[in-house]
Structure formats: C-alpha cells, structure tokens
C-alpha cells in the first residue's frame, strides 16, 4: 500500500511540473500496474482538452499531433479519436511502418481502452526505444473521448450502417458533389450550409448518425460532426474514410448504375481564353490534363494554382508554385480582390470539395468566371512532393 501511494505522489508532482496535472482520483482509477508503467517509461498524460486541441480540425492533415490507437485492429476499426491511426501494442513491427518518415521530434499522443489500459504505455516506450523524443500519454483514452466527442468509424462500419439502414449518412461535400456521386441512402447536407439545413436531421436526438465527405484529408465531415453534437444528437460518429475509402473498395454508388448510360455521350474539348482545357463539370479543369502538367513540371505561366485551405495545411505541403488565400474566411469580393489579375486561375484543397466551394462562391456573386476554375483532386502533399488523384468527373 505504500509503495502504491508513493507512487501515485511521484507521478502527480511530475504531472505537476509538466503543467499537465490530472487529478488524483483518476490517477486512482489506474490499475498499479499501469501507473507502474507511466512512472518507468517517465510519460506525461494529458487530459481530453488538450488532445481535442490537437486533434484540431478533426482530418489527419489538420491535426496539431499524430494521434495512435494502441488497441487492436478490430477495435480501431468500431471507433477510434479522430485523426488517429492504428499501432496495436502487440503488432508494434507490422504497423510501426506507417511512423517511418516522421521526425523524431514530433509530437505523439498513444491512448487505448482507459485508465485500467496498459496497452498504451507499453506503445509509448516501444516507440521511445524507436528514438521518439516527444511522446505523451492519453491514458483516459477512447472510453472518455467517446463520452464528451464523436469517433472516426471504419468502412466495415459504414458498410453495415448502409446495408442495414441503421444511420442516418451524411454527405459533408457541396451538393454539386452529391449530385455527382455519393453513397445509396446518405442525404446532403454540406458544410457551408448547416445553418438553412440544419431542419433536415432526424427529430430523434438519440438517432445514430454517421457523416462523411472527401477522405482522411477533409474536415467537412468534423465540422457537421461537432455541430451535431451542440445541436444535443448523442450517437455521432464520422466516416473518415469517406467516399475515397468507398469507391476503392468497390462498393456501390448512385454513380454505378449509370455508367452504361454515359459511355456513348461525346463530348466537345473546349478551352478558356488563355487556353486552359475545361474539365466536364461546369467550373472544372480538366483534371487528367493538369495532373500531366503538374507531374512533368509543365503547368504554362498563365495558370496561376490558388490553394484555398488553411495557412497550417498549406505550409505542411502544397502543389509547385501554389500561393494560399483561405478562401472560407473570406466573401466574394474579398477573396477576388486577392486573386492575380490577368491570371487563369486555379483553386486547390486537399479533396475538391473546399476548392468547388470558392469557385460557387464567386459565381454566386456574378463575377466573371472566364478564367476561373477548380480543380477535383484528392492531394496530399508534404512539402512540394505531392500525390494527386483526381476524381471522375459528373459528364464520365
């Protein structure tokens, strides 16, 4: 028993000086073992508020730490905290790949099943033996998280919510998106819109509810997640793979039946005045052309590419040659003022969606659209070393 609370003293003076102190009663709730654990590996815990403010956003490109789920697969798969991956304690070498170009000195928050967990210790001084350097502990771990927030939920749980018509699905991306191809049975309701169609969720407040947009990289589906959540819905949860993850496992779309009806349609190739080669959609550019222009390092002088996401996503990587203007700060006239003039202009996210946002704002506002365009393309780029995979457009 004494060596108990002397260990329980150690641990909160040095949460203490960390200026992460956590009560004593949690601490308490800590089999020994575990607080054995977190004193030996001499790992700072952290409290809900702090991982929220790192998980930031919601989408792996927004986060302020690389959140790891120490639990199995199985388990990660059914809910996990936003943004995180998966390193099961007991798989460390089969997963530890997906750690293999992050710096060392990088900020990593392991969490697994609580307070009684030793799963997450055990991760956090197998990855301090691997020479990370800025390692913390979320030892309250998904139990707490899924009590005050929403989870990430795999495909396999999507898949079963759709086949099964056990949740409501919500598509996050402009409706022009939707439109486009979206998953059987989900209903459209974008981001940008929230406040005129938030009348259109279900009046039962205890309904499961499961959003989803453009992948890992985008945070529409978070925004209408944590709005769900201050409108009192209890059963949220987000689909981080989204239509990405959808579409690659083969699965089907409001897309797939028409694709026999639209293989005969030809299609005029048009150009913009300055010679851009306009995609399918209206306001799109062709995005196959401008990916080979891109990936040889041929984009001509009179396109200039405008990333529209947030200054930390753009310095986290972008396209070659692109210049940020955050467009969803901005109104029309704001952001056309910042626009270069006498430029062929193209915007730019992560996964199309932000990207056909500042495009429709513009046009809404009757400016001329003439040389103004977006691109629909899921990117994800670390410094200027950029994968692009661009999405098929509506007239395909």
């Not at 309250?140 to 990430?152: F, I, R």
């Not at 209206?282 to 990916?291: N, T």
Request: hydrophobic share 35%.
């Amino acid at each position: 028993m004494k060596t108990s609370l002397f260990l329980g003293s150690v641990i909160t003076a040095t949460l203490l000086f960390t200026g992460c102190a956590i009560s004593q009663t949690s601490l308490d709730n800590a089999s020994p073992k575990v607080k054995m654990l977190i004193e030996k590996n001499n790992l700072e815990v952290v409290s809900f508020d702090y991982v929220k403010e790192k998980v930031a956003k919601g989408s792996r490109k927004s986060a302020k730490a690389i959140l790891i789920d120490a639990r199995p697969e199985a388990k990660f798969k059914k809910g996990a905290i936003p943004s995180s991956i998966n390193i099961p304690d007991t798989k460390f070498e089969e997963f530890y790949s997906q750690l293999k170009d992050v710096k060392k000195d990088k900020e990593l928050i392991v969490y697994c099943g609580g307070w009684k967990c030793g799963k997450s210790p055990k991760l956090a001084s197998m990855l301090k033996k691997k020479g990370f350097t800025n390692i913390k502990l979320y030892q309250a771990g998904e139990p707490q998280w899924s009590k005050k927030s929403y989870l990430d939920v795999d495909l396999v749980v999507a898949k079963a919510a759709q086949a099964k018509n056990s949740a409501v699905l919500v598509d996050a991306r402009p409706y022009a998106k939707y439109l486009q191809e979206t998953i059987p049975g989900a209903i459209s309701i974008p981001d940008t819109k929230l406040k005129t169609l938030e009348g259109r969720f279900p009046v039962n407040k205890d309904e499961k509810i499961i959003t989803f947009c453009g992948g890992y990289v985008c945070a529409k589906s978070h925004i209408v997640a944590n709005r769900l959540l201050d409108l009192g819905y209890s059963d949220v949860s987000v689909f981080a793979g989204g239509m990405p993850a959808w579409k690659k496992a083969g699965l089907a779309t409001t897309k797939s039946a028409s694709n026999a009806k639209t293989t005969d349609i030809k299609t005029k190739v048009q150009y913009s005045k300055n010679g851009l080669k306009k995609g399918l959609d209206e306001g799109s550019v062709d995005g196959e052309w401008l990916y080979s222009l891109i990936k040889n390092n041929k984009v001509p002088s009179y396109i200039q590419i405008v990333d529209v996401t947030a200054p930390d996503e753009f310095n986290k990587g972008h396209l070659k040659g692109a210049i940020n203007i955050e467009a969803e700060k901005l109104n029309a006239k704001e952001l056309y003022s910042k626009l270069p003039k006498g430029k062929t202009i193209v915007f730019n996210c992560t996964a199309g969606g932000r990207s056909m946002d500042a495009w429709v704002k513009l046009k809404d506002a009757k400016i001329d659209m003439g040389e103004i365009y977006y691109f629909d393309a899921n990117i994800d780029c670390k410094g200027d070393n950029c994968k692009i995979e661009v999405n098929e457009p509506l007239g395909v």
